[in-house]
């Protein structure tokens, strides 16, 4: 999960909201992070068998697997664990097992952009990353 040189850092983002997905997406892309989605933690779970992100943002609160149950499977996942900032506006997170910090919400660009690059650095111009979706 290191941000090796040329690597475009990648962030796994679940939350059933497709509007917040959407933000954090273009937010995300648009200061040159590869970004990839999930609408569930089930979707997210299997996200990790493809993709190996550098952290991952997550909803506690969602259908099916929520943050709880994701943050419960987490552990039985491939190795390297990536970090987990969790987002929620009505839990304290900084007590859940796994989770390295929180972002609460709503949140603003801002917010965002300063809990990410505390564990990812921000891309280097012309990185790249071949392990990423194109669509």
């Not at 937010?27 to 999930?38: F, H, K, P, R």
């Not at 990410?116 to 650095?121: A, H, I, K, L, P």
């Amino acid at each position: 999960m290191s941000n090796l040189p040329n690597k475009t850092p990648c962030i796994l983002v679940i939350d059933d909201n497709a509007s917040i997905r959407q933000y954090i997406q273009d937010t995300l892309s648009d200061e040159g992070y590869t970004v990839i989605l999930a609408n569930d933690g089930e979707t997210g779970l299997l996200q990790l068998s493809v993709y190996q992100p550098d952290l991952i943002l997550l909803d506690m609160y969602m259908p099916s697997v929520d943050g709880w149950s994701f943050l419960a499977a987490f552990p039985q996942t491939p190795l390297p664990h990536a970090p987990i900032i969790a987002m929620s506006s009505e839990v304290d997170v900084k007590h859940l097992p796994g989770v390295k910090a929180g972002l609460p919400k709503p949140f603003t660009i801002d917010g965002l952009l300063n809990v990410v690059t505390r564990f990812v650095s921000k891309p280097t111009p012309g990185a790249t990353d071949d392990t990423a979706p194109t669509g």
